[in-house]
């Protein structure tokens, strides 16, 4: 007997609210104004906010950030917001069990911009 199974379509999982929630472990690495900094150890938390947006939250000894709720596109995450000169820019993908959180921070011709890489604990 001869099976044969076959997919059609997009096979990619989407994210929803409640797959980004949770405490991710892992490094952050800044670079600022070009210089790129020792990576450091950092715990990254997801907050769902209302039904359709999310929170993110992190300290490290040289960096730190709560967002405003953003929403989110699926396993992906892109905001930028600016205010009196002052822009930040957040990206964050998703992948099953593991984050990707950029935010980089830009004012008066300077630039500070942090990735993080972290694991769901």
Do not use: H
């Not at 070009?34 to 907050?47: K, L, M, N, R």
């Not at 999310?54 to 600016?82: H, Q, R």
């Amino acid at each position: 007997m001869l099976s044969v199974f076959a997919a059609c379509g997009d096979d990619e999982v989407e994210c929803v609210q409640a797959d980004w929630v949770g405490t991710y472990t892992g490094t952050s690495t800044c670079t600022e104004d070009g210089i790129t900094e020792d990576p450091e150890d950092v715990t990254i938390t997801v907050t769902a906010s209302g039904t359709d947006k999310l929170i993110f939250k992190y300290d490290t000894d040289n960096s730190g950030i709560e967002t405003d709720p953003y929403d989110f596109n699926g396993c992906d995450v892109n905001a930028s917001e600016s205010d009196q000169g002052i822009t930040l820019t957040v990206t964050a993908i998703l992948d099953e069990e593991f984050l990707v959180f950029t935010d980089e921070l830009s004012a008066n011709g300077e630039s500070t911009r942090c990735v993080i890489a972290a694991n769901r604990n």
